[in-house]
């Protein structure tokens, strides 16, 4: 009858043991806090990797392999992506890996988006001006023309 228990634990133990994993014994991958700045302060950031905020501020990203990006936007002025790269130094003996980030601060300086050109509305021709109206004549004026007067002859 103790073979049959001994058999039974052993059997139990064995089957625990297929449901462990040995993720447990990875360590969580690191996170590097990256500074977000922009010009002017109060832009939308987020990071091509999922954290945001509103700039100024800080956010924890976990260490990618590759390059990300982060995307500002305010409105009323142009959208802007800075290219951001991870850079891993290895570690030695004396020392542990490490993760460092390209540029960070991550700073971008936002352009006023241009207005719309305003419609114009199309350009009326202007009303021609009456011809004045012809004024009497009168001896004064006839005087200094050089043509004589048609007039004067019949007096």
């Known amino acids: 009858m103790r073979r049959v228990i001994a058999i039974a634990l052993a059997g139990a133990s064995l089957g625990g043991c ?12 690191p996170t590097v806090q990256v500074r977000l700045e922009s010009s002017p302060p109060g832009a939308d950031a987020t990071t091509s990797l999922g954290p945001g905020c509103k700039t100024p501020c800080s956010v924890s990203v976990p260490a990618p392999d590759a390059p990300f990006t982060v995307a ?22 004396t020392t542990p890996a490490s993760v460092t980030i390209d540029p960070n601060p991550v ?17 009326r021709p202007k009303k021609p001006k009456p011809a004045a109206a012809a ?14 007067d048609p007039n004067a002859g019949k007096r």
Do not use: C
Request: cysteine-free.
């Open 135 to 148: 004024a009497p004549v009168d001896a004064t004026q006839t005087a200094a023309s050089p043509f004589p």
């Open 18 to 29: 297929s449901s462990m994993s040995w993720d447990m014994f990875k360590s969580a991958p």
């Open 72 to 93: 500002f936007a305010l409105a009323k002025y142009q959208p802007a992506n800075v290219p951001v790269n991870m850079i891993k130094n290895p570690g030695d003996f």
């Open 107 to 123: 700073f971008a300086e936002l352009q006023p988006a241009t207005p719309p050109k305003p419609v114009r509305k199309p350009h």
